[in-house]
T-cell receptor, first 116, second 114 residues
Framework: NAGVTQTPKFRVLKTGQSMTLLCAQD?????MYWYRQDPGMGLRLIHY???????AKGEVPDGYNVSRLKKQNFLLGLESAAPSQTSVYFC???????????????FGPGTRLTVL | GDSVTQMEGPVTLSEEAFLTINCTYT??????LFWYVQYPGEGLQLLLK?????DKGSNKGFEATYRKETTSFHLEKGSVQVSDSAVYFC?????????????FGKGTHLIIQP
């Protein structure tokens, strides 16, 4: 199993450009998440999905859109990149067991995005 | 809302020293608690977890006990190694599981010197 993979690993954009980050998981997980990691801020949730065709906003959703057309993939889009979106982006996934008392999340290796 | 507070770093220790990284949380009910570790250039890996009060999570010589009365989940290791140098994140999910994402602390950068 590859676990959670992310592409690309690195990207440099100019302000106003658009791009899509791809997350893929092969563990048949129902729930998937996008976080951003900034120095001194920890990780903050951007958007998440509880299943194919569903998405929901997290703590910092502005400037991002997401889609979950297939269960194994979760895409994060930046329509018009801004320097404030310079960050490291992590995707994560987990089982969505009903009645579960915890959600262990599995993380991808991250995408380092710089917006000039 | 829920929040996690952990000690600021960097924390610098000598090899074989005793490690404590403090973590306290604010949440209703009985959240599940986690410690994740991030090695340089990598994603986060689950280090240990605890799902109810007085549970002790342990892995790779690290331990943390879920203390409901003090709302704490401090990470400890008796003898650290250079290979333990990493960033450590305390995190929680709300009571009962569900779809909510993890709420993270800001991370503690641990540096172990030979």
């Amino acid at each position: 199993n590859a676990g959670v993979t992310q592409t690309p690993k690195f990207r440099v954009l100019k302000t106003g450009q658009s791009m899509t980050l791809l997350c893929a998981q092969d563990m048949n997980h129902e729930y998937m998440y996008w976080y951003r990691q900034d120095p001194g801020m920890g990780l903050r949730l951007i958007h998440y999905s509880v299943g194919e065709g569903t998405t929901a906003k997290g703590e910092v959703p502005d400037g991002y859109n997401v889609s979950r057309l297939k269960k194994q993939n979760f895409l994060l889009g930046l329509e018009s990149a801004a320097p404030s979106q310079t960050s490291v982006y992590f995707c994560a996934s987990t089982h969505g067991l009903a009645g579960g008392y915890y959600n262990e999340q599995f993380f991808g290796p991250g995408t380092r995005l710089t917006v000039l | 809302g829920d929040s996690v507070t952990q000690m600021e770093g960097p924390v610098t220790l000598s090899e074989e020293a005793f490690l404590t990284i403090n973590c306290t949380y604010t949440a209703t009910g009985y959240p599940s608690l986690f410690w994740y570790v991030q090695y340089p250039g990598e994603g986060l890996q689950l280090l240990l977890k605890a799902t109810k009060a007085d549970d002790k999570g342990s892995n790779k010589g690290f331990e943390a006990t879920y203390r409901k009365e003090t709302t704490s989940f401090h990470l400890e290791k008796g003898s650290v190694q250079v290979s333990d140098s990493a960033v450590y994140f305390c995190a929680l999910t709300p009571s009962g599981g569900g779809a909510d994402g993890l709420t993270f602390g800001k991370g503690t950068h641990l540096i172990i010197q030979p």
